[in-house]
């Protein structure tokens, strides 16, 4: 019996440690804001921070997302780069 419970407890602490820090980071990132560079030839044009998770835009390669300075939906397309803020992010773009 105390073998079974020790190879359950190997199998679920195995399966568990399944998760990268990617997946898990995207998991629990979903309320924190997000800085969102956007390029153009390899150069960085515009600077948003959002609100939220920015969210794939279905049928498209594009990224939409509140931008906290002006509460404004935006939608942008081609070179991103987005990184998720610490919780206590207070600052701009």
Request: aromatic residues 8%.
């Amino acid at each position: 019996m105390k073998n079974r419970i020790a190879a359950i407890a190997i199998a679920a602490l195995a399966l568990s440690s399944g998760c990268t820090d990617a997946q898990y980071e995207r998991t629990f990132s979903i309320n924190n804001k997000h800085r969102i560079d956007f390029y153009s030839g390899g150069v960085k044009v515009a600077t948003w921070v959002s609100t939220g998770t920015p969210r794939s835009v279905a049928d498209e390669d594009g990224w939409m997302f509140v931008d906290n300075k002006t509460g404004r939906l935006i939608t942008v397309t081609g070179d991103v780069v987005i990184e998720t803020l610490p919780d206590d992010y207070s600052g701009g773009a």
